[in-house]
C-alpha cells in the first residue's frame, strides 16, 4: 500500500528503474529530466508513451485534451494504460487569465486552452450548464463548474467496485514560459463571492474581489511563495461582449488597463509551498456532465493540500476504465481553503495507478472503501463532506441543491462515521474501541468550506497500530 | 512573548537559575527534583512557597484547594503572586472514581478531594447549579459543570483589559500511588451522552456510555499510553443513595462489581501522549458561578492539546488579580474530543504568571486581544467558538442556551474573524492581505465537538512573517 511497495504490481525492469530514479532524493521525488520529458509542453503534442521509457505515458495540457469544468463518464479517454502505468499529467490553472503575462504568454499549451476571441474559444464548454448559455448568459457551460481537467486516463482491468490507487510521484510547477520572468512560476488566489469571508468584511468596498498573484521559484528550490501585487475585481468584458461583473465564468481574460496594480504587498511574507492537486479523481456513474465544483465519493474537488507529491490517493471505480483527471493545480492553500481559492497555479504530476480489484480488498485498508482515502508516509486521511455522495444524497436537483446545504457540522459527522468504518473494517476493532480511539487520538480538521460540499478531514498516525 | 525571553519581567538572580535549569533539557522542561518538590501532594499540604526557592508557588489539589465543576469571580484566591513568579499546580482529573484503585487510592490529595461516604462528600458543590439539587435530584450544583480545577490564584497587578501570560514551564503525570501500579499514571476516556457519537452507533445496545481504562509510564520515558481495559457504564449508585442511570454527576464511585470489564482490548495500539490542560483559564466578570464546560474568551475548557508544555498561553483578564485555575487534565486527545472525553488523567503542571498592561500591548501579538491565543515555538494558535463571550451573547439564560446552540460552522466565522483581527492588528496587514494570507497558509482545525461552545482553531506558523 506504502510508495515503497510500488513495484510489486507486475514491474518490469524498465519500470523499477524509473522508480528507482524517482525514489533517490528526499523520499518521492521523481526526476522529469531522466524521463527526457520537458516539462513545458506544446501545443501540438498529443497524449502517449514517453520516448525512451516504457510504460510511462505523457498528457500534456492543450484544448484538445482538456475538459473545463465537467467530470463526465462519455468523455473519450486520452490514453489508455495498464495497472502498474505512470503517467504524467499537465494541470492547467483556470485563473491564468488573471494574469495572462505571466501565466499564459508564451506557453502554447496554455494559449491553445485559454485562447478566445470574437470568432471562437479554444474551449467553448466551461461548466456543466447548458452550452446555449440560457440560464445566466455567462458563456458555453454557464461556468457551473470551472476546473480545467486534463484527462480522462483510461485504465484497463479497472471497473465499479474496484479501487484505483493513485501514487502521486512527483509534482512540479510549470515554469513562466514568458522571457521576463524566466525561472519563476505564478499563481493566483481569488477572494471570490463564493469564499466564506465574502459577506462579513470590515472595510469598503463591500463586497468586493481581490486577486492576489503571487510568485514562485520554478525549479522548487525555495520552499515558499512570495505575493507579487494584488487588485480588486472590476467588471471584465469578454472576447463575446459579456460583462463580468463578478468572477461568475472562469477564463475570462482581466484587462489589466481596467485594474489597480498594488504592488509592496504582503512585504517580509513567505508563504510555505505545499504544490498538490485541488481537483484529482475519477468520473462519477450517477450523472452525466456532473460540476466540478463539489467533491464527491469518486474524489475530484478535494482541496486537500496533502494531496501532493509523496502521496497516495485511493478512489472508488465507479465506471469502466475509472476515468482519472487532473486539475486545480495549487501551489499553496491553507486548511478551510477560506477566500475560495488556493494560490492556484498549473503543475505538472507524474502518477502511478494501480487497479485494486474487488475481490483482493479483504484484509487491507481499502476493504469496503467507499469514499476518498489518502495515505501518506505517516498518516491516513480520510475525507469526509457535507453528503458523502451528494449526486444520490441530494435527489435529481443534486447540482444545485448543495449549495444550499453546505455545513461542516454534516462534513465532521460523515469524517466521523467513515473514520469509524475505517477502524472497524479494517484495523479489526470493536466499535466501542473505535469510538475512544477516535476521542484520544483521531484529529479531525476543516479541508475547505467553499466548494458546496464542505470538507472535514479525519488524520490518524500510522504508527499508533505499530504497537507490540 | 517566546519563551526565551522569560527573565524580562524583573527576574532576579534566584528566579533566573530556576528557568536556566528549566530550560535545559529539550526546551522548555523543569526538573521537579531541581525545585525540591515531590510530585506527589499530601493532604495536609497548604498552598505556599516552595522552599528552597524564590518566589514559586506550589497548590497541591486537597479538598480545600479546589472548586469543582464551576468558574467563579467570588473565590478566595489560594495564593497570591506577582508577575514573573512561577507556580506548580496539582491537577486532578474528575474521573478519577472510574476506577479508585488506579487513580484515588493511596493518594491523599485525591482521597480528600474524592471521599465520599452516607454523611458527607470531601467536596460538596459539583457544578453551577443549585446547592439543593431541586433541578435534577443528581447532587448539590447538579453536575451542570464537571472539571476539578485547582485554584484560584491570585496575580498582583493584573487588571481588567490587561493580558495573563501563562507559560507552561513543564506538565507531568500525577503517579499512582497504588503500589500495586508503581511507576503507572492512568486516565480514563469516557464515551459519553454528551460525545458527538452517542445517538449515532452502529452496534447494540444503543444507546451506551462506555469507559476506556489508559495506563502510561509516570516516569514520562515512554510517549504513547495503552488501553487497559473497557466497560459499559451501568447504573451506579452514589453514597448519598441516588442512582445514577447515566454519567450525569461527577465523581461517582464506579462499583466494579457491577460493571463488566473488558481486558485485552485496542492491542498493539499505542496512543501518542499529548499532556495539556484541557481547563486553563480565568474567572470570567459576566456572571457568578459559571459552569466549567463551556469555553470562553478568558479560557476555561478549551481542550487544545497544544496547551501543553512549551506553550504559552494569552488571556483577556476580567476580574481583578485574574485568577487563574486549572484543571480537567489530559495525557492525549485527538481535535474534536469526539466521544466527549480525552484520556482524562491528573497531571502537575508548572506555570510562569506574567501580567502584560494594557497600555504595553501596542505593536505587540496580544494588541486588543479579546479571545485565548496560544503561542508554541513554531506557530500561533488562535480559539474560535460557537459564540465567542456566550454569556453575553446568549443573554440570561446563556449557560442552558449554549448546549442548544452548538456549531462547528459558527466556530468556525468566529475563528476566520479572530485570525483576521490578528494579521490585521498585530501584524500590519491590510484587510485584503489578511484574507488571502488565511485562504494560503492558516489551517482550521476543529477543536472541539462536546463542550456545548464548540471549538474551532486557527493556526498560522511564525515562520511565515520571517521573510526578507
Redesign the interface.
Known amino acids: 500500500m506504502s510508495a515503497d511497495a510500488s513495484v510489486e504490481n507486475g514491474g518490469h525492469e524498465g519500470r523499477r528503474d524509473f522508480l528507482k530514479g524517482a525514489l533517490t532524493a528526499g523520499g518521492v521525488v521523481a526526476s522529469l529530466a531522466t524521463t527526457g520529458l520537458s516539462s513545458v509542453s506544446n501545443a501540438d503534442a498529443q497524449p502517449g508513451m514517453v520516448p525512451g521509457t516504457k510504460n510511462h505515458y505523457y498528457v500534456p495540457a492543450t484544448d484538445r485534451t482538456v475538459h473545463w469544468g465537467y467530470f463526465s463518464k462519455s468523455l473519450k479517454p486520452l490514453v489508455e494504460v495498464n495497472s502498474g502505468d505512470f503517467v504524467t499529467i499537465e494541470a492547467l490553472t483556470h485563473h491564468a487569465n488573471d494574469d495572462a503575462e505571466r501565466m499564459i504568454k508564451g506557453d502554447p499549451g496554455a494559449e491553445s486552452v485559454f485562447s478566445w476571441d470574437k470568432q471562437r474559444k479554444g474551449v467553448d464548454r466551461r461548466g456543466a450548464g447548458p452550452i446555449k448559455p440560457t440560464l445566466f448568459g455567462r458563456g458555453a457551460g454557464e461556468g457551473l463548474g470551472v476546473h480545467i481537467c486534463t484527462g480522462p486516463v483510461y485504465v484497463h482491468g479497472a471497473a465499479p467496485g474496484d479501487i484505483l490507487e493513485v501514487r502521486i510521484v512527483d509534482v512540479r510547477p510549470r515554469p513562466c514560459a514568458n522571457p521576463r520572468y524566466k525561472g519563476k512560476s505564478f499563481g493566483s ?1 481569488a ?1 471570490a463571492w463564493w ?3 465574502y459577506k ?4 469598503e468596498p463591500k463586497p468586493r474581489e ?1 486577486i ?1 498573484i ?1 510568485e514562485l521559484d520554478a525549479s522548487g528550490e525555495r520552499n ?4 507579487v501585487y ?1 487588485f ?1 475585481w472590476t467588471p471584465q468584458t469578454d472576447p463575446f461582449g459579456v460583462v463580468h461583473k463578478i468572477i461568475d465564468y472562469p477564463g475570462v481574460p482581466v484587462d489589466h488597463r481596467t485594474v489597480k496594480e498594488n504592488h509592496g ?2 512585504k ?5 509551498i505545499r504544490p498538490h492537486f485541488g481537483v484529482l479523481g475519477l468520473a462519477p456513474a450517477e450523472a452525466d456532465i456532473v460540476d466540478s465544483i463539489p467533491p464527491n465519493y469518486v474524489g475530484g474537488n478535494i482541496d486537500d493540500w496533502r494531496i501532493g507529491r509523496g502521496a497516495t490517493m485511493y478512489y472508488p471505480v465507479a465506471v469502466p476504465g475509472a476515468l482519472l483527471s487532473a486539475g486545480d493545480s495549487h501551489a ?12 492556484e497555479c498549473s503543475l505538472t504530476g507524474t502518477f502511478q495507478l494501480i487497479v485494486r480489484k474487488k475481490d483482493t480488498l479483504r484484509g487491507t485498508a481499502l476493504n469496503g472503501l467507499n469514499y476518498p482515502l489518502l495515505e501518506t508516509q505517516d498518516e491516513w486521511v480520510l475525507h469526509g463532506f457535507t453528503y458523502p455522495n451528494y449526486l444520490v444524497d441530494l435527489g435529481p436537483d443534486a447540482q444545485s441543491k448543495i449549495y444550499e446545504k453546505s ?3 454534516l462534513a ?2 460523515d469524517a ?2 467513515k473514520m ?1 468504518h475505517f477502524l ?1 473494517t479494517t484495523k479489526g ?5 473505535a ?12 479541508t475547505q ?1 467553499v466548494d458546496g460540499n464542505w470538507g ?1 478531514h479525519a488524520t490518524i ?1 500510522k ?6
Request: aromatic residues 8%; hydrophobic residues 50%; charged residues 15%.
Open positions: 488566489n477572494a469564499g466564506f469571508h462579513d468584511l470590515l472595510t481581490v492576489t503571487y515558499w511563495a512570495q505575493a494584488n480588486q504587498i504582503l517580509n511574507v513567505r508563504v510555505p499553496a492553500q491553507g486548511d478551510s481553503e477560506l477566500a475560495g481559492t488556493a494560490i455545513s461542516v457540522d465532521m459527522r466521523f462515521r469509524r472497524m476493532l470493536s466499535e466501542n474501541e469510538i475512544s480511539l477516535m476521542s484520544v487520538a483521531v484529529d479531525f480538521g476543516i468550506v472535514v498516525k504508527s499508533i497500530f505499530a504497537g507490540g
